[in-house]
């Protein structure tokens, strides 16, 4: 399984999963629906799938059109957000699976940016193969997403899950924010040497225009201040020790930002 992204709007990317093999593709969070069609018609690929994370107009805006172009396709998205995903067919909830190009995918339910928020995990399956976690707008490269449907309780126990994952995992996360999120999490975590080196990079790279996407699970444990609650040091920076306590603060922090 081959992950190509695609950058739309100002700081969307759409992954499109390509399985060589078969010529067959399916497609995460197509926002808009042209740019897929003219990457599918380079690849000389099929569209058999749309896996749709949530219901956001960014992450399922190119549904219909690419429903229309390949009737035979299956919908994907999760149960709750049932009548607010275009086209939806099949509605999945934690522990649910999936395939694509004879990889099983799982399904984590990661509710806190929105109620129905699903996260899609292809585990590897060679020796030598990474595992992919396709994660919306849940966990950001640095960041989190926004709390637009859900508590700060629920945001927690969602990331939880996303940072047991292995370390090498890659994090296809739908928005390039990276150099914002490190900006606030520098505000918060100064003393951070890997934070620090990792800030470098990213202004680096996108200096020279490149994508900070895919990240990993085993970079952003160490320097993403929402996957750190238990940190004495971010403790310190927001004053409290519970750990909801410490993550309600600080994504109120990075909306003030
Ligand atoms: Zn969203
Ligand atoms: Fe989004």
Same mark, same amino acid.
């Given at each position: 399984?081959?992950? &190509? #992204?695609?950058?739309?709007?100002?700081? &969307?990317?759409?992954?499109?999963?390509?399985?060589?093999?078969? &010529?067959?593709?399916?497609?995460?969070?197509?926002?808009?629906?042209?740019?897929?069609?003219?990457?599918?018609?380079?690849?000389?690929?099929?569209?058999?799938?749309?896996?749709?994370?949530?219901?956001?107009?960014?992450?399922?805006?190119?549904?219909?059109?690419?429903?229309? #172009?390949?009737?035979?396709?299956?919908?994907?998205?999760?149960?709750?957000? #049932?009548? #607010?995903?275009?086209?939806?067919?099949?509605?999945?909830?934690?522990?649910?699976?999936?395939?694509?190009?004879?990889?099983?995918?799982?399904?984590?339910?990661?509710?806190?940016?929105?109620?129905?928020?699903?996260?899609?995990?292809?585990?590897?399956?060679?020796?030598?193969?990474?595992?992919?976690?396709?994660?919306?707008?849940?966990?950001?490269?640095?960041?989190?997403?926004?709390?637009?449907?859900?508590?700060?309780?629920?945001?927690?126990?969602?990331?939880?899950?996303?940072?047991?994952?292995?370390?090498?995992?890659?994090?296809?996360?739908?928005?390039?924010?990276?150099?914002?999120?490190?900006?606030?999490?520098?505000?918060?975590?100064?003393?951070?040497?890997?934070?620090?080196?990792?800030?470098?990079?990213?202004? !680096?790279?996108?200096?020279?225009?490149?994508?900070?996407?895919?990240?990993?699970?085993?970079?952003?444990?160490?320097?993403?201040?929402?996957?750190?609650?238990?940190?004495?040091?971010?403790? !310190?920076?927001?004053?409290?020790?519970?750990?909801?306590?410490?993550?309600?603060?600080?994504?109120?922090?990075?909306?003030?930002?």
């Amino acid at each position: 399984m081959q992950v &190509n #992204r695609i950058p739309v709007l100002s700081d &969307n990317y759409i992954f499109l999963l390509h399985d060589p093999q078969q &010529n067959t593709a399916a497609v995460v969070d197509p926002a808009l629906a042209q740019p897929v069609l003219e990457r599918l018609a380079e690849l000389g690929a099929q569209l058999v799938a749309i896996f749709n994370t949530h219901h956001h107009s960014d992450h399922v805006g190119g549904n219909r059109q690419l429903m229309q #172009r390949f009737p035979e396709i299956c919908v994907y998205g999760g149960a709750e957000d #049932r009548g #607010r995903i275009p086209g939806q067919q099949v509605f999945l909830q934690e522990g649910d699976r999936i395939k694509f190009a004879g990889r099983v995918g799982e399904v984590f339910f990661v509710p806190g940016h929105t109620s129905g928020h699903i996260a899609y995990y292809f585990p590897p399956t060679v020796e030598g193969e990474t595992g992919e976690l396709f994660c919306g707008d849940t966990l950001f490269a640095g960041g989190c997403g926004k709390l637009f449907e859900g508590s700060p309780a629920q945001m927690l126990d969602s990331l939880s899950k996303l940072r047991a994952l292995p370390d090498e995992t890659r994090i296809w996360c739908a928005h390039e924010y990276t150099l914002k999120n490190l900006q606030f999490a520098l505000s918060v975590d100064a003393q951070n040497q890997d934070l620090q080196t990792r800030y470098n990079q990213v202004q !680096a790279a996108r200096h020279r225009g490149e994508a900070t996407v895919p990240s990993q699970v085993g970079i952003e444990k160490l320097t993403n201040p929402f996957l750190r609650w238990e940190h004495p040091s971010l403790q !310190a920076a927001v004053k409290a020790q519970e750990p909801v306590k410490t993550f309600a603060r600080l994504r109120g922090m990075k909306d003030q930002f």
